[in-house]
């Protein structure tokens, strides 16, 4: 689960599910890089996190973007 505080622009954030440092590094990195796009007091799940991302980046033909898609939408981690 993901905080977003708009608009003070702080995120917090509990990732106590992610089991592997490569997959934990790409979600901060997600957080770091996208977690602008989220101009609202939120809390997102890393599903929902993603598809915000994908409304806004092209998640098909740029590299980053489509691995940062793939790490939030592992099924494994929707139970956060």
């Known amino acids: 689960m993901i905080n977003f505080f708009y608009p003070t622009g702080r995120i ?6 992610v089991n592997t440092d490569y997959d934990m ?3 901060k990195y997600a957080i770091e ?5 989220i101009q609202k007091r939120i809390s997102l799940a890393l599903s929902q ?3 915000e991302i994908k409304q806004v980046y ?3 033909d740029e590299p ?4 940062v898609y793939k790490v939030l939408t592992k099924q494994e981690y929707e139970r956060i």
């Open 12 to 17: 917090t954030y509990n990732l106590n599910m």
């Open 25 to 27: 590094s790409v979600i």
């Open 33 to 37: 890089a996208y977690g602008f796009i």
């Open 49 to 51: 996190f993603a598809e």
């Open 58 to 60: 092209d998640i098909i």
């Open 64 to 67: 980053h973007n489509r691995e």
